[in-house]
């Protein structure tokens, strides 16, 4: 019992150890599908910084802009979130059935922020409105944040 308990104290230990485990990176490092994206959607923006994070099982990357935007990814390279509140995300990296309803509902309303997990996308726009979409992009929840 005494040896399965000193087990149990050392996995734990170590596991708290790595979790923690943020790491600068290159752009050359980071997975071939976020360097892509990069390239495809923000190559008018200067990194300023990229880091990956660790876990055990996973892997996140993010990519910080000198003009303070973020972009997130998953170890595979896909985007999961992006922040663009000075100016706002390219229409050109959101889903195609996002920008037609922001640009049918929202006329002049801007795309600030996106993320996006394995249910759902939550999108900020310019004009204070959050909107929660399904994966099949019905909207699911509508918030007006202008406090």
């Keep these: 019992m005494k040896k399965l308990f000193l087990l149990l ?3 734990f230990t170590m596991q708290v150890a790595m979790a923690d485990n943020d790491k600068p990176v290159t752009f050359e490092q980071l997975p071939q599908a976020a360097q892509a994206f990069i390239k495809q959607n923000f190559a008018d923006r200067e990194i300023a910084f990229a880091k990956v994070d ?13 003009n303070g935007e973020k972009l997130e990814f998953n170890k595979k390279g896909e985007w999961k979130e992006m922040q663009c509140k000075l100016n706002s995300v390219p229409e050109k990296a959101l889903p195609a059935a996002i920008v037609k309803f922001v640009n049918d ?10 993320e996006k997990d394995r249910y759902e996308y939550e999108v900020k726009l310019s004009n204070f409105w959050e909107i929660t979409f399904d994966l099949q992009f019905n909207v699911i929840d509508l918030d007006r944040d202008d406090n």
């Design 105 to 114: 509902k929202y006329p002049g309303a801007k795309v600030i922020s996106i």
């Design 9 to 11: 104290v050392s996995v």
């Design 54 to 66: 660790k876990d055990w099982f996973d892997a996140t990357y993010d990519v910080l802009f000198t």
